[in-house]
């Protein structure tokens, strides 16, 4: 069994970074493929970022290229979504999610391809 627990949310403001991480305990998900998703209140989840479990490949939702930066740290079980420049439209509790036991450089954009979910973080920027 895989659990994932989300943390750095918090309050702040339009342009400010965030950084928030995702940590796995239970099995190891050091070959994992982790993402992250996003969903704000009457939507439906959204895909935010998402990296292979060899770390060498990632892939971001266009909304929110150029200003997120999905990482891992495997020695620490560990995921991490650097937020900069953070708009108010970037409010929403933010799920991490991991498929185990994914090829090495596949990367994954859809809810349906991830079996394991954490709790969430709430991130509210204001504007």
């Known amino acids: 069994q895989v659990q994932l627990v989300e943390s750095g949310g918090g309050l702040v403001q339009a342009g400010d970074s965030l950084r928030l991480a995702c940590a796995s305990s239970g099995r190891t998900v050091s070959s994992a493929a982790m993402g992250w998703f996003r969903q704000a209140p009457g939507q439906e989840r959204a895909f935010v970022a998402a990296?292979?479990?060899?770390?060498?490949?990632?892939y971001y939702a266009d909304s929110v290229k150029g200003r997120f930066t999905i990482s891992r740290d495997n020695a620490k079980n560990t995921v991490y979504l650097q937020m900069n420049q953070v708009k108010s439209e970037d409010t929403a509790v933010y799920y991490c999610a991991a498929r185990r036991f994914a090829p090495r450089d596949f990367v994954y954009s859809t809810t349906r391809d991830y079996g394991y979910w954490g709790q969430g973080t709430q991130v509210t920027v204001s504007s």
């Open positions: 990296i292979s479990w060899s770390g060498s490949n990632t």
